[in-house]
Protein backbone atom coordinates (compact mmCIF):
# COMPACT_ATOMS: atom_id res chain seq x y z
CA UNK A 1 0.00 0.00 0.00
CA UNK A 2 1.18 3.64 -1.10
CA UNK A 3 1.67 5.98 1.71
CA UNK A 4 0.60 9.72 1.58
CA UNK A 5 2.73 12.17 2.20
CA UNK A 6 2.38 13.60 5.50
CA UNK A 7 3.93 16.21 8.34
CA UNK A 8 3.69 16.19 11.91
CA UNK A 9 3.82 19.22 14.41
CA UNK A 10 6.45 19.21 17.03
CA UNK A 11 5.25 18.45 21.01
CA UNK A 12 6.88 20.30 24.13
CA UNK A 13 8.68 18.65 26.71
CA UNK A 14 5.91 17.04 28.74
CA UNK A 15 5.93 15.74 32.04
CA UNK A 16 2.93 13.95 33.01
CA UNK A 17 1.65 12.34 36.04
CA UNK A 18 1.03 12.04 39.10
CA UNK A 19 2.56 14.80 41.55
CA UNK A 20 4.96 16.17 38.36
CA UNK A 21 4.06 19.68 39.84
CA UNK A 22 6.93 19.31 41.60
CA UNK A 23 9.21 19.80 38.12
CA UNK A 24 8.02 23.14 38.03
CA UNK A 25 10.84 25.61 39.68
CA UNK A 26 13.29 23.66 37.85
CA UNK A 27 11.82 23.70 34.24
CA UNK A 28 10.71 27.74 35.71
CA UNK A 29 15.28 27.94 36.46
CA UNK A 30 16.02 26.42 32.88
CA UNK A 31 14.39 29.53 31.63
CA UNK A 32 16.38 31.81 34.09
CA UNK A 33 13.42 33.12 35.61
CA UNK A 34 12.68 34.80 39.23
CA UNK A 35 9.71 36.61 38.05
CA UNK A 36 6.49 34.97 37.74
CA UNK A 37 3.24 35.43 36.14
CA UNK A 38 0.32 32.73 37.03
CA UNK A 39 -2.80 32.68 34.65
CA UNK A 40 -5.58 31.10 36.71
CA UNK A 41 -9.18 29.93 36.71
CA UNK A 42 -11.81 30.05 38.65
CA UNK A 43 -12.34 28.66 42.79
CA UNK A 44 -11.40 24.98 42.21
CA UNK A 45 -7.45 25.45 42.55
CA UNK A 46 -8.13 27.70 45.33
CA UNK A 47 -10.28 25.52 46.77
CA UNK A 48 -8.28 22.51 46.50
CA UNK A 49 -5.50 24.25 48.21
CA UNK A 50 -3.09 23.50 44.90
CA UNK A 51 -2.64 27.41 44.90
CA UNK A 52 -1.07 28.21 47.83
CA UNK A 53 0.89 25.06 47.63
CA UNK A 54 2.20 25.87 43.93
CA UNK A 55 2.49 29.31 45.42
CA UNK A 56 5.00 28.23 48.30
CA UNK A 57 6.84 25.93 46.21
CA UNK A 58 7.84 28.82 43.75
CA UNK A 59 8.63 30.91 46.67
CA UNK A 60 10.52 28.91 48.57
CA UNK A 61 12.55 28.49 45.51
CA UNK A 62 13.04 32.28 45.39
CA UNK A 63 10.94 32.70 42.82
CA UNK A 64 8.63 35.12 42.73
CA UNK A 65 4.53 35.41 41.66
CA UNK A 66 1.89 37.67 40.37
CA UNK A 67 -1.43 36.08 40.00
CA UNK A 68 -4.09 37.56 37.45
CA UNK A 69 -7.55 35.36 36.84
CA UNK A 70 -9.47 34.53 33.70
CA UNK A 71 -12.85 33.52 34.62
CA UNK A 72 -14.39 33.12 30.93
CA UNK A 73 -12.63 32.50 27.46
CA UNK A 74 -10.29 35.62 27.16
CA UNK A 75 -11.33 38.30 25.30
CA UNK A 76 -9.18 40.53 23.80
CA UNK A 77 -9.62 43.53 26.37
CA UNK A 78 -8.91 41.34 28.97
CA UNK A 79 -5.20 40.35 27.02
CA UNK A 80 -4.47 43.50 26.05
CA UNK A 81 -5.43 44.96 29.64
CA UNK A 82 -3.51 42.47 31.33
CA UNK A 83 0.12 43.07 29.19
CA UNK A 84 -0.48 46.80 29.90
CA UNK A 85 -0.32 46.03 33.73
CA UNK A 86 2.68 43.35 33.29
CA UNK A 87 4.31 44.21 30.25
CA UNK A 88 7.09 47.01 32.80
CA UNK A 89 7.37 43.84 35.42
CA UNK A 90 10.01 41.88 34.10
CA UNK A 91 8.00 38.51 33.61
CA UNK A 92 10.46 36.16 32.94
CA UNK A 93 7.85 33.06 32.71
CA UNK A 94 3.87 32.78 32.06
CA UNK A 95 2.60 30.03 33.38
CA UNK A 96 -1.53 29.09 32.67
CA UNK A 97 -2.94 26.76 35.93
CA UNK A 98 -6.31 25.72 34.80
CA UNK A 99 -8.74 24.75 32.00
CA UNK A 100 -8.64 25.72 28.20
CA UNK A 101 -9.72 29.30 28.42
CA UNK A 102 -6.80 29.75 31.19
CA UNK A 103 -4.20 27.96 28.91
CA UNK A 104 -5.12 30.05 25.90
CA UNK A 105 -4.59 33.40 27.52
CA UNK A 106 -1.63 32.19 29.19
CA UNK A 107 -0.26 31.40 26.08
CA UNK A 108 -1.89 34.85 24.04
CA UNK A 109 -0.25 37.24 27.02
CA UNK A 110 3.46 35.40 26.78
CA UNK A 111 2.93 35.87 22.97
CA UNK A 112 2.08 39.84 23.33
CA UNK A 113 3.67 40.64 26.59
CA UNK A 114 6.95 41.38 24.21
CA UNK A 115 5.18 43.87 22.30
CA UNK A 116 2.98 46.94 22.17
CA UNK A 117 0.09 46.65 19.99
CA UNK A 118 -3.27 44.99 20.66
CA UNK A 119 -3.92 41.21 19.67
CA UNK A 120 -6.55 42.15 17.57
CA UNK A 121 -3.75 43.31 15.07
CA UNK A 122 -2.88 39.15 15.01
CA UNK A 123 -6.22 37.67 15.11
CA UNK A 124 -6.93 35.47 12.03
CA UNK A 125 -9.63 37.22 9.88
CA UNK A 126 -9.65 39.98 12.40
CA UNK A 127 -8.13 43.39 12.23
CA UNK A 128 -4.75 44.32 10.83
CA UNK A 129 -3.92 40.37 9.93
CA UNK A 130 -0.42 41.14 11.38
CA UNK A 131 1.47 37.39 11.33
CA UNK A 132 2.53 37.19 14.77
CA UNK A 133 6.38 37.54 14.87
CA UNK A 134 7.21 34.41 17.70
CA UNK A 135 8.50 36.40 20.13
CA UNK A 136 7.10 35.47 23.30
CA UNK A 137 8.30 35.32 27.42
CA UNK A 138 8.59 31.40 27.77
CA UNK A 139 5.22 29.84 28.64
CA UNK A 140 4.45 26.93 30.89
CA UNK A 141 1.11 25.22 30.68
CA UNK A 142 -0.67 23.31 33.23
CA UNK A 143 -3.93 22.15 32.34
CA UNK A 144 -6.50 21.27 35.62
CA UNK A 145 -9.26 19.95 33.00
CA UNK A 146 -9.84 17.58 30.73
CA UNK A 147 -11.53 19.15 27.66
CA UNK A 148 -8.82 21.34 24.83
CA UNK A 149 -6.07 19.79 24.52
CA UNK A 150 -4.40 23.47 24.23
CA UNK A 151 -1.40 22.91 25.88
CA UNK A 152 0.03 20.96 22.87
CA UNK A 153 -1.36 23.91 20.09
CA UNK A 154 -0.15 26.32 18.46
CA UNK A 155 -2.49 28.77 18.71
CA UNK A 156 -4.79 30.80 21.41
CA UNK A 157 -8.40 31.26 20.65
CA UNK A 158 -9.41 35.05 21.68
CA UNK A 159 -13.43 35.63 21.95
CA UNK A 160 -15.17 38.47 21.59
CA UNK A 161 -19.14 37.45 22.37
CA UNK A 162 -22.23 39.42 21.00
CA UNK A 163 -23.61 40.67 17.78
CA UNK A 164 -20.41 41.03 15.65
CA UNK A 165 -18.62 38.44 17.84
CA UNK A 166 -15.62 36.35 16.87
CA UNK A 167 -13.92 33.30 17.73
CA UNK A 168 -10.37 33.37 16.33
CA UNK A 169 -6.67 32.61 17.08
CA UNK A 170 -3.70 34.15 17.21
CA UNK A 171 -1.18 31.33 15.97
CA UNK A 172 2.67 30.84 15.46
CA UNK A 173 4.81 27.78 15.84
CA UNK A 174 6.51 28.88 18.28
CA UNK A 175 3.58 29.91 20.57
CA UNK A 176 3.50 26.03 21.41
CA UNK A 177 4.20 26.40 24.94
CA UNK A 178 7.40 25.74 25.93
CA UNK A 179 6.89 22.93 28.35
CA UNK A 180 3.79 21.22 29.81
CA UNK A 181 3.05 19.99 33.31
CA UNK A 182 0.13 17.22 33.66
CA UNK A 183 -0.74 16.19 37.16
CA UNK A 184 -3.69 14.53 37.65
CA UNK A 185 -4.02 15.24 41.37
CA UNK A 186 -4.90 19.09 39.77
CA UNK A 187 -8.12 17.63 38.27
CA UNK A 188 -10.23 15.80 40.80
CA UNK A 189 -11.67 18.87 41.86
CA UNK A 190 -12.98 19.81 38.37
CA UNK A 191 -17.20 20.01 38.77
CA UNK A 192 -19.16 17.29 37.04
CA UNK A 193 -20.47 19.35 34.56
CA UNK A 194 -17.64 21.14 33.69
CA UNK A 195 -15.89 17.71 32.72
CA UNK A 196 -18.73 16.30 30.87
CA UNK A 197 -18.40 19.07 28.62
CA UNK A 198 -14.92 19.19 28.55
CA UNK A 199 -14.50 15.47 28.50
CA UNK A 200 -17.31 15.83 25.47
CA UNK A 201 -14.83 18.73 23.80
CA UNK A 202 -12.00 16.44 23.93
CA UNK A 203 -13.59 13.62 23.02
CA UNK A 204 -14.95 15.44 19.78
CA UNK A 205 -11.38 16.92 18.92
CA UNK A 206 -10.26 12.90 19.07
CA UNK A 207 -12.79 11.67 16.70
CA UNK A 208 -13.14 14.76 14.61
CA UNK A 209 -9.05 14.13 13.69
CA UNK A 210 -9.62 10.15 13.48
CA UNK A 211 -12.16 11.01 10.69
CA UNK A 212 -10.28 13.14 8.76
CA UNK A 213 -9.72 13.25 5.39
CA UNK A 214 -6.23 15.04 6.31
CA UNK A 215 -5.09 12.32 8.85
CA UNK A 216 -2.10 10.20 8.83
CA UNK A 217 -1.22 6.84 9.93
CA UNK A 218 0.32 8.32 12.96
CA UNK A 219 -2.22 11.24 13.75
CA UNK A 220 -4.74 7.90 13.27
CA UNK A 221 -2.78 5.91 16.09
CA UNK A 222 -2.72 8.84 18.66
CA UNK A 223 -6.43 10.02 18.30
CA UNK A 224 -7.10 6.49 18.39
CA UNK A 225 -4.82 5.95 21.67
CA UNK A 226 -6.72 9.14 23.07
CA UNK A 227 -10.54 7.48 22.29
CA UNK A 228 -9.24 4.09 24.14
CA UNK A 229 -8.30 6.32 27.05
CA UNK A 230 -11.41 8.25 27.41
CA UNK A 231 -14.43 6.83 26.73
CA UNK A 232 -14.15 4.11 29.57
CA UNK A 233 -13.75 6.66 31.97
CA UNK A 234 -15.67 9.92 30.64
CA UNK A 235 -19.01 8.63 32.91
CA UNK A 236 -16.72 7.62 35.66
CA UNK A 237 -15.35 11.31 35.72
CA UNK A 238 -18.36 12.96 35.88
CA UNK A 239 -19.88 10.49 38.48
CA UNK A 240 -18.25 8.00 41.00
CA UNK A 241 -14.64 8.47 39.52
CA UNK A 242 -14.68 12.25 40.19
CA UNK A 243 -11.70 11.83 42.26
CA UNK A 244 -9.98 8.51 40.90
CA UNK A 245 -6.79 9.45 40.29
CA UNK A 246 -6.77 7.09 37.66
CA UNK A 247 -9.99 8.01 36.03
CA UNK A 248 -8.61 11.24 35.93
CA UNK A 249 -5.12 10.18 34.35
CA UNK A 250 -7.25 8.24 31.49
CA UNK A 251 -8.90 11.97 30.83
CA UNK A 252 -6.29 14.13 30.89
CA UNK A 253 -4.11 11.72 28.30
CA UNK A 254 -7.32 11.95 26.22
CA UNK A 255 -7.08 15.36 26.31
CA UNK A 256 -3.62 15.48 25.40
CA UNK A 257 -3.77 13.23 22.81
CA UNK A 258 -6.83 15.21 20.86
CA UNK A 259 -4.69 18.38 20.84
CA UNK A 260 -1.92 16.77 19.05
CA UNK A 261 -4.30 14.86 16.79
CA UNK A 262 -5.87 18.00 16.22
CA UNK A 263 -2.65 19.70 15.10
CA UNK A 264 -1.53 16.88 12.83
CA UNK A 265 -5.52 16.13 10.73
CA UNK A 266 -7.49 19.62 11.46
CA UNK A 267 -11.10 19.30 12.99
CA UNK A 268 -14.43 18.70 11.51
CA UNK A 269 -18.18 20.14 11.69
CA UNK A 270 -18.89 20.00 15.37
CA UNK A 271 -15.88 22.80 15.41
CA UNK A 272 -17.25 24.38 12.31
CA UNK A 273 -20.28 25.53 14.80
CA UNK A 274 -18.11 26.52 17.45
CA UNK A 275 -16.63 29.16 16.02
CA UNK A 276 -19.95 31.30 15.21
CA UNK A 277 -21.75 29.56 18.07
CA UNK A 278 -19.23 30.54 20.34
CA UNK A 279 -18.80 34.49 19.05
CA UNK A 280 -22.63 35.14 18.74
CA UNK A 281 -23.71 33.62 22.11
CA UNK A 282 -22.11 33.20 25.53
CA UNK A 283 -21.26 28.87 25.40
CA UNK A 284 -19.07 27.67 26.90
CA UNK A 285 -16.56 25.79 24.01
CA UNK A 286 -17.13 22.18 25.79
CA UNK A 287 -20.98 22.89 25.64
CA UNK A 288 -20.68 23.58 22.22
CA UNK A 289 -19.00 20.41 20.98
CA UNK A 290 -20.77 18.00 23.30
CA UNK A 291 -24.05 19.01 22.81
CA UNK A 292 -23.85 18.84 18.85
CA UNK A 293 -21.50 15.80 18.46
CA UNK A 294 -23.96 13.02 18.55
CA UNK A 295 -26.25 14.83 15.85
CA UNK A 296 -22.92 15.32 13.83
CA UNK A 297 -21.96 12.12 13.48
CA UNK A 298 -25.72 11.03 12.91
CA UNK A 299 -26.13 13.20 10.13
CA UNK A 300 -22.45 12.56 8.66
CA UNK A 301 -22.83 8.73 9.21
CA UNK A 302 -26.11 9.18 6.60
CA UNK A 303 -24.92 11.45 4.43
CA UNK A 304 -22.08 8.78 3.81
CA UNK A 305 -24.16 6.20 3.36
CA UNK A 306 -26.42 7.95 1.12
CA UNK A 307 -24.28 9.74 -1.20
CA UNK A 308 -20.63 8.08 -0.82
CA UNK A 309 -20.87 4.72 0.41
CA UNK A 310 -17.39 3.86 -0.07
CA UNK A 311 -15.94 6.88 1.91
CA UNK A 312 -13.25 5.92 4.24
CA UNK A 313 -15.02 7.33 7.13
CA UNK A 314 -17.63 4.81 7.36
CA UNK A 315 -15.23 1.79 8.23
CA UNK A 316 -13.65 4.09 10.68
CA UNK A 317 -17.49 4.89 12.09
CA UNK A 318 -17.60 1.18 12.37
CA UNK A 319 -14.44 0.80 14.01
CA UNK A 320 -15.12 3.16 16.53
CA UNK A 321 -18.83 1.52 17.22
CA UNK A 322 -16.87 -2.01 17.76
CA UNK A 323 -14.53 -0.26 20.41
CA UNK A 324 -17.90 1.40 21.76
CA UNK A 325 -19.61 -2.02 21.94
CA UNK A 326 -16.67 -3.68 24.11
CA UNK A 327 -16.69 -1.04 26.65
CA UNK A 328 -20.87 -1.28 26.73
CA UNK A 329 -20.34 -2.03 30.56
CA UNK A 330 -19.27 1.36 30.68
CA UNK A 331 -20.91 3.23 28.27
CA UNK A 332 -24.13 2.70 29.72
CA UNK A 333 -26.71 2.41 26.32
CA UNK A 334 -29.95 0.90 27.50
CA UNK A 335 -29.88 -2.89 25.56
CA UNK A 336 -33.57 -1.87 24.06
CA UNK A 337 -31.74 1.05 22.09
CA UNK A 338 -28.75 -0.80 20.80
CA UNK A 339 -28.75 -0.88 17.00
CA UNK A 340 -27.28 -3.93 15.34
CA UNK A 341 -25.29 -1.81 12.75
CA UNK A 342 -21.75 -0.32 14.16
CA UNK A 343 -21.74 2.49 12.80
CA UNK A 344 -25.17 3.33 13.77
CA UNK A 345 -24.27 1.75 16.93
CA UNK A 346 -21.48 4.65 17.73
CA UNK A 347 -24.11 7.52 16.99
CA UNK A 348 -26.02 6.26 19.12
CA UNK A 349 -23.95 6.07 21.78
CA UNK A 350 -22.78 10.05 21.50
CA UNK A 351 -26.50 10.59 21.30
CA UNK A 352 -27.09 8.66 24.97
CA UNK A 353 -24.26 10.75 26.03
CA UNK A 354 -25.34 13.99 25.35
CA UNK A 355 -28.48 12.97 27.56
CA UNK A 356 -26.99 11.41 30.21
CA UNK A 357 -24.37 14.10 30.91
CA UNK A 358 -26.65 16.90 30.62
CA UNK A 359 -25.11 18.38 28.30
CA UNK A 360 -27.05 21.83 27.71
CA UNK A 361 -29.02 22.39 24.14
CA UNK A 362 -27.90 25.70 22.45
CA UNK A 363 -31.37 27.22 23.70
CA UNK A 364 -30.31 27.33 27.09
CA UNK A 365 -28.00 30.46 25.94
CA UNK A 366 -30.29 31.89 23.69
CA UNK A 367 -30.38 30.26 20.28
CA UNK A 368 -33.34 30.15 17.86
CA UNK A 369 -34.60 28.84 15.16
CA UNK A 370 -34.32 32.64 13.54
CA UNK A 371 -30.33 32.45 14.61
CA UNK A 372 -29.99 29.84 11.94
CA UNK A 373 -29.14 31.46 9.09
CA UNK A 374 -26.63 34.05 10.70
CA UNK A 375 -24.90 30.66 12.24
CA UNK A 376 -25.15 28.53 8.94
CA UNK A 377 -23.36 31.57 7.32
CA UNK A 378 -19.91 31.22 8.85
CA UNK A 379 -20.25 27.28 9.73
CA UNK A 380 -18.02 25.26 7.69
CA UNK A 381 -17.32 21.55 7.10
CA UNK A 382 -13.45 22.22 7.24
CA UNK A 383 -12.55 18.27 7.87
CA UNK A 384 -15.90 16.44 7.77
CA UNK A 385 -15.12 12.86 6.55
CA UNK A 386 -18.34 14.31 3.70
CA UNK A 387 -18.84 18.17 2.95
CA UNK A 388 -22.30 18.47 4.49
CA UNK A 389 -25.06 20.25 2.44
CA UNK A 390 -26.98 23.23 4.19
CA UNK A 391 -29.92 21.66 4.81
CA UNK A 392 -28.33 18.75 6.69
CA UNK A 393 -25.85 21.34 8.94
CA UNK A 394 -29.24 22.64 10.24
CA UNK A 395 -30.29 19.26 10.89
CA UNK A 396 -27.64 18.94 13.42
CA UNK A 397 -28.33 22.94 14.48
CA UNK A 398 -31.84 22.21 14.99
CA UNK A 399 -31.85 19.11 16.39
CA UNK A 400 -30.01 20.92 19.51
CA UNK A 401 -32.37 24.19 19.80
Same mark, same amino acid.
Given at each position: %?????????? *??????? !? #??? =?????????????????????? +???????????????????????????? /?????????????????? &??????????? +???? &?????? @????????????????????????????? *?? %????????????????? =????????????????????????? +????????? &? *?? @???????????????? /???? =????????????? =???????????????????????????? %????????????????????????????????? #???????????? !??????????????? %??????????????????? +??????????????????????????????????????????????????????????????????
Amino acid at each position: %MRMKPFNFAN *IPPLYFG !Q #GQR =SVLPDLIAQFKGQNVLLVIGGR +SLQTGGWLNLIDQQLNTAGITTAIVNCT /SEPSPAFIDQTCRTYRDQ &AIDVVIGIGGG +SVVD &AGKAIS @AMLPHKNSIVDHLEGVGAGIPHSGQKIPY *IA %MPTTSGTGSEVTQNAVI =SEVGNNGYKKSIRHPKLVPDAIIVD +SELLVRCPA &A *IT @AACGMDALTQLIEAYL /SPTA =SPLSDAIAWSGIE =SITPNLLLACGPGQANLDVRAGMAYGSL %MSGIALVNAGLGVVHGFASPLGGLFPIPHGVVC #GTLMGAAMQTTW !QAMQTREPRNPGIVK %MQRLGQLLRQQQALTDVPD +STIPEEDGQYFCAVLTHWTTQLEIPRLSTYGVTRGDSDRILAQTKNRNNPIQLQRSELQTILETRL
